[in-house]
């Protein structure tokens, strides 16, 4: 059982560069969402989905794009990367999204962009 | 929502049992208290979570104080595997915070050989 597959593992981008992250999820779980982790921040929610066709916006959205087009897949979309993107980014998943529903994360992305 | 207080640091003597405390005197009657942590350059690894009576499963036990104001973790034997940031943190009931999970800065935790 993969569980949450991220990919790529790394990725280099120069400023205004876009790229997509791509995560998965095989536990045919309802909610997906992408975190951001930076250096002495913690964790912060990008965008969140409670369903394939539903998406919301979290504690820092701006600068990126969710889609949910299936209930598996939940890509990150950078239309126009800035250095303020580099961060690790992580994927997470849970059955339904609610308070007694563990989230499950995957291993991350390291983007940089210079 | 309610926020935790965690120690910065922690050491544990491999094989003894590592007892990870957490504050968290604001929270509400309908809040988990979920525990994960984070193995260097890895994603958070769910722990356990709970909302009253104390849980376990097979790795590790949470102790929840009668009136909820404080936790601990306890991994019953720790190995060196078990080296890693745990946070705690409480889970609102409903709204949007319900689905986000905020990381503070966790108790680093060192198992020592």
């Known amino acids: 059982n993969a569980g949450v597959t991220q990919t790529p593992k790394f990725q280099v981008l120069k400023t205004g560069q876009s790229m997509t992250l791509q995560c998965a999820q095989d536990?045919?779980?309802?909610?997906m969402s992408w975190y951001r982790q930076d250096p002495g921040m913690g964790l912060r929610l990008i965008h969140y989905s409670v369903g394939a066709g539903i998406t919301d916006q979290g504690e820092v959205p701006n600068g990126y794009n969710v889609s949910r087009s299936t209930t598996e897949d939940f890509p990150l979309r950078l239309l126009s990367a800035a250095p303020s993107q580099t961060s690790v980014y992580f994927c997470?998943?849970?059955?339904?999204?609610?308070?007694?529903?563990?989230?499950?994360f995957g291993n991350g992305t390291r983007l940089t962009v210079t | 929502d309610a926020k935790t207080t965690q120690p910065p640091s922690m050491d544990c003597a491999e094989g003894r049992a590592a007892n990870l405390p957490c504050n968290h005197s604001?929270?509400?009657?309908?809040?988990?208290v979920y525990w994960y942590r984070q193995i260097h350059s890895q994603g958070p690894q769910y722990i356990i979570h709970?909302?009253?009576n104390n849980e376990t499963n097979e790795m590790a036990s949470l102790i929840i104080t009668e009136d909820r104001k404080s936790s601990t973790l306890i991994l019953p034997h720790a190995t060196l595997r078990d080296t890693a940031v745990y946070y705690c943190i409480v889970r609102p009931y409903s709204g949007a915070g319900s689905y986000q999970l905020t990381f503070g800065k966790g108790t680093k935790l060192s198992v020592i050989p």
């Open positions: 709970g909302l009253k």
């Open positions: 536990m045919n779980h309802e909610y």
């Open positions: 604001t929270i509400s009657g309908n809040e988990y």
């Open positions: 997470a998943s849970s059955s339904t999204g609610g308070r007694n529903s563990p989230l499950h």
